[in-house]
């Protein structure tokens, strides 16, 4: 436990390697990061960059290497992995860009899933899940399997499912990376939704559309982050307009 | 040609590139053929022990039983313990009838020599604190022509000197220098002999009765009845006016190819003094009961082993196939046909099953003379036995159509798969088939605990796997319960009657039933670890999601175990009835007695235990691979 202020996520010489010797490679490279709460922050860069590895440490998938990483006031990278699992149980959702949903459950199972993997009660994760559905846009799609589902659909979903046990931070890697551009302005309008809700959002992202919706932007390339930029398009409560999609 | 070069080229480069699976599927075949081939090369390898003693004793080529008025030595029981034999002699005969019975056969037709009539008096014998009926030959001092017992420990018969039947002193636990008490009366165990012309220990029957073993009740029961030999006046001062003597004579004919035609024109005539004619060829035939019995246990084992196998081929070639759906695309995708396809997958795992038929005769051939001792009754050794061609065709048979039965509908399926899907499949994600979807199954699984949520969803996405590890787990149990109801039926039956003596025929079951219980549970540990690893493969995907959105590595191990204790259920269930009708049919007719509730239970429960432990091992390893890669391999 540290003193982490009003930030919900911090992060102090973040490390992850792969290899050793002359192939050694460094993913994430001394990052130092701050994400107050109610803040929407960006992260853009090449490819193979590190971003989704930093979302993933961030998140508890992976460990770093080195460094120190607190979450919601306590600190992952000394964690066990039931710890870590707790962890995520309750302050994390992920959002991926290939949208991992379970093909055998329809849309509402997928969404209540991480609140049955909390041990909630099953009328208590379908009541929360049917919401989250009718809140993103597809209560009339819940019992639908995702391959019955467009792109954006599927998104939706996989953000609502982020949202079932109201985590302190949502990941997000490449939201909408896989979608065509009605589907990604669907995409935006959830996010501009949930900024305004005052949720903590962190987006790895491609498409300078989507970052330049963020209070924050932050460049990454070779692991490390070599900018950073305070915008304001976040808060202006107008995703959609400034990014040009409508 | 140049197609066979590719594909046995291509079968090369797979085998080397995963030799772990593949030794996997030789294995379960092997223990499957190495089972059916010991099974089949046990068929006649105690003839030649027979022969030996038959010269070693110079043996009767006929037997003729003369009753008294009491128990008369019988005909080999057609199965052991369990044959019905004729009316009992009940009348006493007088003693000019007997000789000129035994005169009429000594001059019949087609007899060369003879000896006897030898008086035999029935007896209780008493050593080391057992009881036993023994059957008391009364012998003269010097060697008869035909039928001399062969001593292989002591001396031959004095005054007051006994001596025994092998396998009768070996249950009994006697040797030369101990003493016995017949009806009373103290004998010295003067030696111990072998005899060509009897049934060893268990096997002699009497009458009056049924069986030689189980179920006979009154004051004639018939029991397990040892032999001994005694003087002809200690025989007859061991018969008494209530139980006298009854006579046995032994003949050599000039031709022994003809004893049974003998037997049949000269014996079992509807008569009081009728006698009872025994061939030389049945009382060889009853004297392989030992290893028949063996066969008895090795033959349906053989069975279940093979279906066994059939489970473990099925699930390590489904897995097999679903790692090489890339490849199966890269092999379309540069021109090969959907039948070049199957083929490869087929040759793969044919040329696996071959070798593994190869390596189950061996096993069998090799293994065939360590139970093939035709026990003490004989002396000499069984010849080595014969792998005939008929033998190695069944065996090859049933390893190719263990592998072709577990394989083709992959292989076909592999071969309609799309190219580009196939292209597309990520290598962890590479399941032939999609998901399954069960409502129900998933609506209960909502109210359960995470692991038992996990583990039921894991179910309910392949079906068809967890239908192979229900019946693998129902065959294996179906075997160990067919072992407990042996062992039930065995102590229940046996209970009074044998008094203690250890049966060298149970006792030889018993070492095969532990060789085949080995063998199915062998199978079944590797059918359990081959499943769990297919599922944790299958459910990298869904372990790793679940792990994302919350779950522990422990809740997913305990998730994956419980994926195939769940179906392990019904199957260990389903055990309980399916061995006990096996051993029903195994045992032909005998009264099975069903094993103790706790007995069933301890099975049922430890089967389960087993397959939750070996279960777990695939499991934790795959529950603690990192999250991350395996998420990130689907967007790259």
């Known amino acids: ?246 | 040609m140049g197609r066979i070069r590719l594909t046995g080229r291509l079968v090369r480069r797979d085998l080397r590139r995963r030799p772990g699976p593949a030794l996997l599927l030789v294995l379960a075949i092997t223990a499957a053929t190495a089972t059916l081939t010991l099974g089949l090369v046990l068929r006649g390898v105690t003839n030649q022990p027979y022969q030996q003693t038959r010269a070693a004793t110079n043996g009767p080529d006929v037997v003729a039983q003369i009753a008294g008025s009491g128990p008369v030595r019988t005909g080999p029981p057609r199965g052991r313990h369990l044959s019905r034999h004729g009316p009992p002699a009940s009348a006493p005969v007088a003693h000019a009838q007997i000789a000129a019975e035994a005169r009429a056969l000594t001059h019949a037709p087609g007899v060369s020599r003879y000896s006897g009539p030898f008086p035999v008096a029935s007896a209780v014998v008493r050593a080391r604190g057992l009881t036993a009926d023994v059957e008391a030959e009364g012998r003269s001092l010097t060697p008869a022509s035909v039928d001399q017992p062969k001593v292989t420990e002591g001396t031959w018969v004095s005054s007051g000197g006994i001596v025994l039947e092998r396998t009768f002193a070996e249950a009994l636990g006697v040797g030369v220098g101990d003493r016995v008490r017949l009806n009373g009366r103290p004998f010295r165990v003067a030696g111990i002999a072998v005899t060509a012309a009897d049934l060893p220990y268990p096997n002699l029957c009497y009458y009056p009765g049924g069986s030689c073993m189980f179920d006979l009740p009154g004051p004639f029961a018939s029991r397990n009845v040892g032999f001994a030999w005694v003087t002809e006046a200690d025989a007859r001062a061991l018969a008494s006016a209530q139980a006298p003597p009854s006579y046995v004579l032994d003949l050599k004919l000039k031709d022994p190819a003809a004893a049974p035609a003998f037997a049949s024109a000269h014996g079992n005539r509807p008569t009081p003094t009728s006698p009872i004619l025994i061939p030389w060829q049945a009382i060889q035939s009853s004297s392989g009961l030992l290893v028949q019995d063996e066969q008895s246990v090795i033959s349906p084992g053989a069975w279940l082993a093979g279906l066994l196998a059939i489970a473990s081929v099925a699930v390590l070639a489904g897995g097999r196939m679903a790692e090489r759906t890339r490849r199966v695309g890269l092999l379309k995708a540069i021109g090969g046909t959907p039948e070049t396809v199957a083929v490869v997958l087929l040759a793969e795992n044919l040329v696996l099953a071959l070798v593994a038929a190869a390596a189950g005769l061996a096993i069998g051939w090799l293994a065939g003379p360590l139970v093939a001792s035709p026990g003490a009754a004989l002396v000499g050794t069984p010849g080595a036995p014969a792998v005939t061609l008929p033998i190695v065709g069944l065996v090859v048979a049933m390893a190719v159509v263990v592998a072709l039965a577990s394989t083709l509908a992959p292989a076909i399926r592999a071969a309609r798969t799309s190219t580009v899907s196939a292209l597309a499949t990520v290598s962890y994600h590479a399941g032939a088939r999609s998901p399954r979807r069960r409502p129900r199954l998933i609506a209960l699984s909502a109210r359960l605990p995470v692991p038992l949520l996990l583990g039921l969803r894991l179910v309910a996405r392949r079906p068809r796997r967890a239908l192979l590890s229900t019946a693998s787990v129902a065959v294996t149990a179906t075997g160990i319960v067919a072992v407990l109801a042996f062992h039930a039926t065995v102590r229940l039956k046996t209970v009074g009657l044998a008094n203690g003596l250890n049966d060298p025929v149970v006792d030889r079951d018993e070492q095969m039933l532990l060789i085949l219980t080995v063998v199915l549970v062998a199978l079944t540990v590797l059918n359990a670890i081959c499943a769990a690893w297919a599922t944790v493969l299958d459910a990298r995907h869904a372990s790793a999601l679940a792990r994302a959105l919350g779950a522990s590595p422990q809740q997913v191990t305990a998730g994956i175990a419980a994926a195939q204790v769940l179906p392990a259920v019904p199957g260990a269930l389903l055990g309980i009835p399916l061995g006990i009708g096996l051993f029903a049919v195994a045992a032909q007719g005998v009264g099975v007695v069903v094993p103790p509730v706790s007995w069933l239970a301890a099975a049922v429960l430890g089967t389960l235990a087993a397959v939750a432990v070996l279960a777990a091992i695939p499991a934790r390893i795959g529950a603690r691979r990192p999250v991350s890669p395996i998420l990130q391999a689907e967007t790259a």
Not at chain 1, 202 to 225: K, P
């Open chain 1, 1 to 246: 436990m540290s003193d982490t202020g009003a930030s919900v996520l911090r992060a102090r010489g973040l490390r992850k390697e792969y290899g050793q010797g002359e192939g050694l490679v460094r993913a994430v490279d001394e990052v130092d990061l701050d994400v107050a709460s109610g803040e929407t922050v960006a992260v853009m860069g090449p490819s193979g960059c590190g971003k989704s590895t930093l979302l993933h440490l961030l998140g508890g998938l992976d460990r770093p290497t080195g460094g120190e990483l607190w979450l919601a006031g306590q600190r992952l990278d000394q964690m066990g992995e039931r710890a870590l699992a707790r962890l995520r149980r309750g302050a994390v959702g992920f959002v991926f860009q290939a949208f991992h949903l379970m093909d055998e459950l329809t849309a509402v199972e997928n969404v209540e899933l991480p609140a049955l993997l909390a041990g909630q009660p099953a009328r208590a994760a379908r009541r929360r899940a049917s919401a989250l559905l009718d809140r993103v846009g597809l209560a009339d799609r819940a019992a639908f399997l995702p391959s019955a589902l467009s792109g954006g659909q599927r998104q939706r979903v996989a953000i609502a499912r982020a949202l079932v046990s109201e985590p302190a931070v949502v990941l997000a890697d490449e939201p909408t990376g896989n979608l065509d551009s009605q589907a990604t302005v669907e995409v935006l309008r959830l996010f501009e939704d949930l900024h305004e809700a005052g949720q903590t959002l962190i987006i790895v992202t491609h498409d300078s559309r989507i970052a330049a919706t963020a209070d924050r932007l932050i460049s990454m390339r070779d692991g490390a982050f070599i900018d950073e930029t305070r915008l304001t398009g976040g808060s202006t409560g107008n995703l959609g307009s400034l990014a040009g999609l409508t």
